[in-house]
């Protein structure tokens, strides 16, 4: 199987009806009240789970896994990426970058940026004003500052920045896009993420989001699993010497929502026109989503 089918590239938009009233038209249009899921955010109203299981538990669980995990990897993640995904990583992240509507005049929040990826490859193709490029772990942001002084943005200024993606510091309306590679699925409290990302957006931004995901053909899905349970243990332990951390990564696939629900997701914190597109028959996804324009009231 190719990297990328045709059949890849069919595009599911799972709710084009805005659910927004329109302006009133008594007057001007009111000012986006207070989102619900950004209030909620704020004082910690989220389920969380462990991100391995898909099970209710505390958010440290998962959070000081994937610290140990991800600042004892740093320096070998990106080895690990292109030999166990076979190079299909690379077209993934060409397939983000194009789907992330920025230009010269666009600052940029790639959340969970980890080593710089995404981060650098959108600095080369799209050419954005700014990018703040964050992650939970500084040693991954290590590697990604030391292929920036390296010239890896082609001259688009970049920030580095220990963020958790839960908890941003960045004020409401922010950034014309924000971008998230394979980081939610490491985030205990998903929704409160997904709704800082909402609420650090501006108006009329897009959230592009990838991530590993199901494949819709049970056969092709069967194989997959084969390859998670045994492959990506083997490969990763044998590039960084943490198989645990491989087996954790299997399992954390494993128990992530599929693309209708993770979709769904994004719905429930404001964003509107959520469509995906499969990557590789379903092995990997990406999700785009829009936050209203400003002037229309936001879902509750
Ligand atoms: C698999 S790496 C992906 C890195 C990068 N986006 C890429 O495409 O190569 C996942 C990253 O998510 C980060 N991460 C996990 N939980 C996070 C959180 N709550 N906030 C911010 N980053 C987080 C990890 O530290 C790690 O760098």
């Known amino acids: 199987m190719t990297a990328q089918s045709a059949s890849d590239y069919i595009e599911i938009i799972t709710d084009a009806t805005p659910k927004t009233p329109a302006p009133s038209s008594d007057g001007p249009a009111e000012a986006p009240a207070p989102h619900a899921a950004g209030a909620a955010a704020a004082t910690g109203n989220f389920e969380s789970v462990d991100t391995a299981t898909g099970k209710a538990a505390p958010a440290e669980v998962s959070s000081e896994r994937v610290k140990g995990i991800f600042s ?72 990604a500052r030391e292929h920036y002084a390296a010239g890896a943005s082609c001259g688009v200024p970049v920030d580095f920045q220990v963020v958790d993606a839960q908890n941003m510091p960045f004020p409401d309306n922010s950034f014309d896009a924000v971008t998230c590679a394979y980081g939610i699925r490491n985030m205990p409290e998903r929704k409160r993420a997904i709704a800082e990302m909402y609420r650090v957006l501006k108006p009329g931004g897009t959230l592009a989001c990838l991530d590993f995901s199901t494949p819709p053909l049970p056969a092709w899905n069967a194989l997959y699993h084969v390859y998670l349970n045994h492959m990506i243990p083997f490969w990763g332990g044998a590039i960084t010497g943490n198989r645990d951390g491989f087996v954790y990564l299997s399992k954390s696939i494993k128990a992530f929502p599929d693309q209708k629900s993770l979709a769904h997701l994004f719905e429930e914190v404001g964003f509107e026109n959520v469509t995906w597109k499969n990557q590789t028959g379903g092995i990997a996804c990406i999700h785009v989503a829009h936050k209203p324009a400003a002037g229309l009231a936001q879902k509750d």
């Open 72 to 143: 004892d990897i740093a320096t070998k993640y990106e080895r690990f990426n292109a030999v166990s995904s076979f190079g299909a990583y690379k077209i993934w992240r060409e397939n983000l970058v194009r789907a992330v509507p920025v230009d010269g005049t666009s600052d940029v929040l790639d959340v969970a940026g980890g080593t710089g990826d995404v981060t650098f490859a959108l600095a080369r193709a799209k050419h954005p004003r700014h990018i703040q490029c964050t992650d939970l772990v500084d040693e991954m942001l290590d590697v």
